[in-house]
């Protein structure tokens, strides 16, 4: 890398550690408590734990005055387990149908058993419906319903099909239905309710919501680069409305909404109304008890769609990873919350990820499809580097003639500006020739950093010897403390990469001043420290990149070509 990207990096590298320090000073980023202990991540993972009585989103649950008076039916409650090729879930009778637990067989917690997305005493109040009253008293309907079916408690089924659970519950002559319907083969669920017998007299305001509360659990180890990836988001009119993050705050609009969506560094839980909604909700609330999930340095957030309790209701519950073609599939733009840059940069960053997965359906390993990569990349913008290289070259040609030009006029900065410029013109040098090839290869530098450091397909995919997941830092040896901005831990990769990177800037600074070349020495150990924790695949990539570019330096751009003339 040349200076000038280099310096890019620098000022990415200053945004990246001023951007918690910002949060905090408006308010976003909650305190810090302290790390969950390897029991609280253990009790994480428990495929079947005992469902414990959450937090509702609202004070009152069905005993509220108005539905006591018309006999809630009581009901035993009843667990099934729905094993499929791509989960395994834990589905109660709650509420009419509850998730207990949710494993996704293909993603792996920390090397050790499988992400489970459902903890319930943090986001256990899923899939539940809620209104309020005739009187205003808010109502959450979390009591057992009767389960259709001869379904017995404890029961496991095997999802080879489509399979709809059928949810009942009486109150007093009166029935209401809610039903789930799993798919074999996606993380979708579709929840039908029908309230309509209590609509006109029990209902307020012709709505009810389905809610989800608690958000998402931590999955990852980094929980500082994790907790930044949480967010909740509200799509209404094609416009998406991204929450702050600030405890107490609810971002909320009638209206017809197109979906919401709670998020972390690589999951998702989404819903998106199939039938006309009326309402969207998306808040969050401080995170007072951090080993919920495993991630005390991020908000839990709630989310909530509205819909009118006069007709029947359809909804898409989406419950799984960040996965660009599972998200696309649902066609109402919830691929948008994936982390692929602004939008002058999103393009190239998806062009990036179906790059890596088509070269991965060809070559198993995506350690190889990175080196690939890197090699075609290189060769893409080949014409431009080779540009810029020569320009500097050029640059460096004329390099005594400008100092030269500098002693004489060293008290007229204006005849030195005329006559620098006249140099240039006459020797047929562009001075912005090095840059202006530079800058065109930066919306690909962007996307490239944005999908290898946040892209699932990466999560869990192994190289060779010591990197065993490309999503995580290499890391060689453990050090017994941790090191700000540094890390606890020493990866290999960033060293590579920085000798790298010092190797190819002493190639490109061989004529320039003492100043230059200690920025140069600085900058090489900086992103050493910088990149240590930092995905191996990001770091595989640059290190190879790095190489590639010290190649063309030594063998495929020489001084000869350059096109400075001789003076007359």
Not at 29 to 48: F, H, I, V
Not at 392 to 412: A, C, F, H, I, N
Request: charged share 15%; with cysteine.
């Amino acid at each position: 890398m040349d200076r000038k990207t280099v310096g890019a990096f620098f000022l990415i590298a200053l945004i990246l550690m001023a951007m918690p320090y910002y949060y905090e000073f408006i308010g976003l980023a909650p305190p810090p408590p302290p790390e969950q202990s390897q029991d609280q991540q253990e009790r994480q993972l428990a495929p079947t734990p005992q469902l414990k009585e959450p937090a509702a989103a609202y004070d009152v649950s069905p005993s509220s005055d108005v539905v006591e008076e018309l006999s809630v039916s009581d009901a035993e409650e009843v667990v099934l387990y729905l094993d499929s090729p791509l989960y395994t879930a834990g589905v109660s009778s709650r509420g009419g149908g509850s998730l207990l637990s949710f494993l996704l067989k293909q993603y792996p917690f920390n090397d050790s058993g499988a992400v489970n997305l459902i903890v319930p005493e943090m986001n256990g109040n899923n899939l539940l419906l809620a209104f309020r009253g005739i009187s205003g008293e808010p109502v959450v309907l979390d009591q057992p319903w009767s389960l259709s079916g001869y379904y017995s408690d404890g029961d496991t089924i095997r999802l080879d099909d489509n399979l709809s659970l059928r949810f009942s519950s009486s109150l007093g002559d009166r029935t209401i239905n809610k039903s789930l319907t799993f798919y074999p083969d996606n993380y979708t669920i579709t929840v039908n309710a029908d309230l309509q017998s209590i609509s006109s007299d029990v209902v307020s305001q012709d709505r009810f919501t389905l809610i989800w509360n608690g958000g998402i659990p931590s999955t990852e180890p980094n929980k500082s680069d994790e907790a930044s990836f949480f967010s909740a988001n509200l799509s209404q009119g094609q416009e998406v409305t991204k929450h702050g993050g600030k405890s107490g705050n609810t971002v909320s609009s009638t209206g017809r909404t197109d979906w919401a969506a709670v998020r972390s560094k690589y999951f998702t839980a989404a819903i998106v109304p199939l039938s006309n909604s009326n309402y969207g909700e998306i808040s969050a609330e401080e995170n007072v008890s951090p080993d919920l999930n495993g991630n005390g340095k991020a908000p839990l957030y709630d989310m909530a769609v509205g819909f009118s309790s006069s007709a029947p209701a359809q909804a898409v519950v989406y419950v799984g990873p960040l996965q660009y073609d599972e998200l696309k599939a649902l066609g109402v733009g919830l691929e948008n919350t994936m982390s692929l840059g602004i939008a002058p940069i999103r393009f190239i960053s998806r062009a990036v990820l179906f790059s890596l997965v088509g070269l991965h359906e060809i070559i198993p390993n995506y350690g190889i499809v990175l080196i690939i990569f890197s090699v075609i990349v290189k060769l893409l913008v080949y014409p431009l580097t080779k540009k810029s290289y020569q320009s500097m070259k050029e640059m460096q040609v004329l390099q005594p003639e400008v100092m030269g030009l500098r002693d004489k006029y060293k008290s007229d900065p204006q005849k030195l500006n005329q006559a620098t410029m006249k140099l240039y013109k006459e020797r047929g040098v562009n001075p912005l020739g090095g840059c202006l090839p530079m800058l065109l290869q930066m919306p690909l530098l962007f996307a490239l950093f944005i999908v290898f450091r946040s892209t699932i397909e990466l999560r869990g995919a192994p190289f060779v010897l010591w990197i065993g997941d490309l999503s995580q830092p290499d890391a060689l040896i453990p050090l017994p403390f941790s090191i700000p901005l540094y890390g606890d831990q020493i990866s290999l990769l960033p060293l590579l990469m920085g000798v790298s990177m010092f190797v190819q800037q002493k190639m490109t600074t061989s004529q320039a001043n003492p100043q230059q070349k200690m920025m140069t020495q600085f900058m090489s150990v900086f992103f050493i420290i910088l990149f240590n924790q930092f995905p191996s695949g990001l770091n595989l990539y640059y290190t190879l990149f790095n190489v590639l570019t010290i190649i063309q330096q030594k063998y495929f751009v020489h001084p000869k070509e350059s096109h400075v003339v001789a003076p007359i």
